[in-house]
């Protein structure tokens, strides 16, 4: 049975063949039902096959299906000698539902059945997420994200990619934002993702983003307005906590300094991807100290319509100070939860050095 529903969720033409063969025999048993006595199958239950093709079955399938479906409803209909005016409705709105349900089915670019474009995007998603898992870290360290999507459709042009050298104990992080929000940026950022997913850590800082700002102007010229990014990387020596800082247009990251009680605004600057051939990077380098820890974030957090940028990274110091009053643990959902409710997506990362007792 697993290998028949592995079979459908593939969309192959066999698995598509043996849902119609079945879907056909249930067709015509309904409509035998319905012709000994139409109480037991009205004419609106073949409603019911119009919706389960469109769930199930591929185009080409489906068009098979409905003209059975509405040949079978005429069938009915005929057979009760009524053809006049309720009668005759309920015909013709089966006959329309069966175009619009054709329509529908004909819209999915992938070719396949909503629940499987569906499932299809669902795993693109996961792949996604999965290459800004951060793996488990030594002792002393910790790494976390919050992110949410604009207008929280569960897709998004912000991501994460991660990668630790477990021999050599340095930790690599890109955050990145592709330029547009939620579903819209969603296609270029997974394209991005799975660019830099193969990249980094074999390449870091300047190599890193030369590589990707290609990586984008290479795009198709339709696309062009649409596959600039900024861009964070952070690589970090885990057991000394040396790190160097390259921003590609991103907003400035934060450091906490616990002496201080306060967030210092990190001096790394550079030009957005995809925009110009070998971008200018003016990269940062530092000492994180037990107790210590760096912020990277989207401009969703810090931009708004009634503010310019440095008044939301003046109001993210003060949040973050806040929400790292009660530990590290926590401290970017913390953030994230504080940011006003937007259009644009959000995301936060949080790297903490344990203090040392």
Known sequence: MSSIVDSWRSGTRRSQQLLLALMTLG????????????????????????????????FRELTALALLVVASGTITRLDEGDVVGGRVSGVVMLVLATVLVLYASSRQR???????????????????????RVPPLPD????ETAMLSANDVGYAGDFMVADLDAEARRLDLV?????????????SALLLAGALGGMVGALRGPALFDAANDFLLRQDERYTEETFATAVHVSID?????YTIHSAGHPPALRWQPDDG????DNARGLALGVLPHPDLEASCGV???????????????????GDIEDGIRWLQDTAAEAIGRGHAGVARRVVRQ???????RAVLVLSRAATS
């Open 110 to 132: 992938s070719g396949l059945p909503g629940p499987l474009s569906e499932a299809l995007l669902a795993d693109l998603r996961e792949r996604l997420n999965a290459q800004g």
């Open 288 to 306: 994180l100290e037990p107790g210590q820890a760096l912020m990277f974030y989207t401009d969703g957090v810090v931009e708004s319509r009634s």
């Open 27 to 58: 067709v015509v048993a309904t409509t035998a039902l319905s012709l000994v006595d139409y109480d037991l199958f009205p004419l609106p239950g073949y409603f019911v096959w119009l919706v389960l093709g469109l769930l199930l079955l591929r």
């Open 238 to 242: 885990l057991d000394d906590g040396d």
């Open 175 to 187: 955050l990145v934002d592709v330029v547009g929000k939620g579903v819209k940026a969603a296609p």
């Open 140 to 143: 002393g360290w910790s790494c």
């Open 339 to 345: 940011v006003a409710r937007g259009d644009d997506d």
């Open 262 to 265: 306060e967030w210092v605004v």
